[in-house]
């Protein structure tokens, strides 16, 4: 299995290409399942999680097809792909499948709403808490789905079609948003959707649909009303940039010092994480072309953040940000709102120095002068990436293990950090 071996020391600087969001492209493709037409997606970035999604739509019958590069595309800029499900030729999302990556369960709200049924395996994915799908089932439910959990299969019935209905999310979930948006679609009537949530990713979601003929409003707010149509038809749609994989950066360049420009980040879609890092003394500029990230040597403030639904700090930063904070002058107090086991990386990064104590959902970090570099290893996505952020200016050499994390989430890592300067190199096993 491969490694990322990165060597500590020196700043970043120069610029880093933001790619499409993977959390906005995965529903995005999945949503090709509720149209006969092809539904053209640009700027898809080229990630093990966009590549297993691809392995199960087709599964279902859908067929893709990747543009040609453009002269002058230096092969990193998203890819423009065509997924055409014509015909949809298996309801079933196999265990194989659906275990790599949790979303692909989210087939199931498309597969209901145009084929009437679907027999989904429950989900696997990251490490980070139990996850369960209770929220996808009730709202299906208000459609009108009968539901069985058989075998680790769910296995989903709707005679005659969904019906539109009003439903209050419980908890908010943006899976389970995305899925009920999705079904609604295509259900017979109006449906109202409350406490949803406000992701921009759902926004994103709700761009495409319409686009494709969907009656959706209140997209970004908590409610969202869907007037279900008979048919959608096809769409050509720009997956927004990925506001996770700027944060992480805008941390990187935080950690190390430098001048970064992020090149096509929009500061709207995490104005709250920008606060953050404002607030740690880091200087963050939006210009025409991105978010410029600056930081010239002077020393890191403690900061005090809790997790939440969007507007609010994203669980998909914590990690980072706590990597960022073992460096900061005092100590800093990062709470996990979102999910109930997302701290692995704590005994990590104490491999590499830092000090960190637990108590209950809040990590309190306190600052220490230097790290040094060690091997270690993540178990989930954001996890591994604070390992790098961490690496980046800890003394010596840190070697990331299990680096398939890292390959779900983020294009060509090595070489936009590398294209700033940083001494990192992925090692084949
Ligand atoms: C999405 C993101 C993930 C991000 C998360 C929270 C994608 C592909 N993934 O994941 O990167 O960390 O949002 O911003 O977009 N829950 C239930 N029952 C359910 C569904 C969820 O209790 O049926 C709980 C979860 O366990 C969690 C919380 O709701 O505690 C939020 O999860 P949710 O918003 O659904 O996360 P995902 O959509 O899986």
Redesign the pocket.
């Known amino acids: 299995m491969d490694k990322i071996v990165v060597t500590g020391g020196g700043t970043l600087n120069g610029v880093i290409p933001i790619s499409g969001a ?2 906005a492209a ?1 529903p995005l493709m999945i949503s090709s399942l509720l149209t006969a037409d092809p539904l053209v997606l640009e700027n898809v970035p080229h990630l093990a999680d966009t590549e297993s999604l691809i392995r199960i739509l087709t599964n279902h019958g859908v067929g893709y097809q990747v543009e040609g590069k453009r002269k002058g595309q230096n092969g990193g800029e998203g890819r423009t792909i065509h997924f055409t499900a014509g015909e949809i030729v298996d309801t079933t999302a196999p265990y194989e499948l659906v275990s790599k990556m ?2 692909s369960f989210w087939v199931i709200g498309p597969l209901l709403a145009r084929m009437h049924e679907a027999r989904v395996s429950l989900p696997g994915g990251c490490a980070i ?8 089932l009730e709202s299906l439910t208000a459609l009108g789905a009968k539901l069985d959990v058989e075998a680790g299969y769910v296995v989903a019935t709707a005679p005659g079609g969904l019906k539109g209905a009003g439903y209050r999310f419980p ?6 948003t995305h899925v009920a948006m999705m079904a609604a679609s295509l259900a017979r009537g109006q449906t109202v959707l409350e406490n949803a ?1 406000r ?1 921009p ?1 759902i926004v994103d979601l709700a761009r495409c649909l319409i686009a494709m003929g969907a009656r959706i409003s209140g997209a970004g707010t908590s409610t969202i009303v869907i007037d279900g149509v008979e048919a959608l038809h096809g769409a050509r749609h720009r997956v927004l940039p990925d506001r996770i994989e700027t944060g992480t950066y805008a941390m990187a360049v935080a950690m190390t010092g430098g001048d970064v420009l992020l090149e096509g980040a929009q500061p709207d879609l995490l104005q709250a994480a920008l606060d953050i890092l404002v607030e740690a003394g880091v200087e963050i500029e939006p210009t025409n072309e991105g978010i410029r990230v600056r930081r010239n040597g002077s020393g890191l403030r403690p900061v005090n953040v809790s997790t939440a ?1 969007f507007p609010g700090f ?3 930063l914590q990690a980072q940000l706590m990597a960022l904070m073992t460096r900061a002058e005092g100590d800093s107090r990062i709470t996990e709102t ?3 086991n997302r701290f692995m990386h704590v005994q990590e990064l104490a491999r590499l120095g830092a000090r960190i104590s637990l108590e209950g959902q809040s990590a309190i970090v306190h600052g220490v002068g230097h790290l040094t570099g060690a091997p270690v290893m993540a178990t989930d996505l954001r996890a591994s990436v604070s390992l790098v952020i961490a690496g980046l200016v800890a003394q010596g050499e840190t070697t990331v293990n299990r680096v398939y994390h890292l390959d779900r989430g983020f294009e060509r890592l090595e070489e936009k950090l590398r294209n700033c300067g940083a001494r990192i190199q992925r090692v084949a096993a």
């Open positions: 993977k959390n995965l949790r979303a808490g139990t996850r369960p799908v209770d929220l996808f908890k908010v979930s943006v899976g389970a949530a992701e990713e639904p994203p669980t998909d979102i999910f109930e």
